[in-house]
């Protein structure tokens, strides 16, 4: 047991060490582009309370496994974890940011 749990740790700080890797294939100008937590802040109170997204029947997932539409509620609670990250791929200017929620956030689809 000792040995899967030291092979879980190495898998996991690998992959969490791939993730931080930034690409810079080709550059890109961030000048006068304010991404702060004011700029997300803003973001956050223009989501709305409830997105349901998605089909309004069943589709088919796997064979014998059929899902509905997804429904996501409480993404006003969301708040920024951390501070933005920007980054360049292929040319285009990205924006990595990290929410958490302290109160209840949902996601849930109908399956049968």
């Known amino acids: 047991m000792g040995f ?14 791939a993730a ?6 080709s ?5 006068n582009v304010n991404i ?13 309370e409830r ?3 998605g089909p309004h029947g ?3 997932l796997l064979p014998g496994l059929d899902v509905g539409g997804q429904t996501f509620e409480g993404l006003r609670n969301l708040r920024l974890l ?3 990250t920007s980054y360049c791929s292929n040319g285009t200017r990205m924006v990595q940011a990290d929410f958490l929620s302290d109160f209840d956030t949902h996601f849930w689809a109908p399956w049968k």
């Open 82 to 84: 951390g501070s933005p």
């Open 58 to 60: 069943y589709r088919s």
């Open 27 to 31: 550059p890109c100008d961030f000048t």
């Open 36 to 48: 702060d937590d004011e700029v997300f802040s803003r973001m956050v109170a223009k989501l709305p």
């Open 4 to 17: 899967a749990k030291v092979l879980g740790l190495f898998a996991l700080l690998s992959s969490t060490h």
């Open 51 to 53: 997105i349901e997204y």
């Open 20 to 25: 931080m890797l930034q690409r810079t294939d």
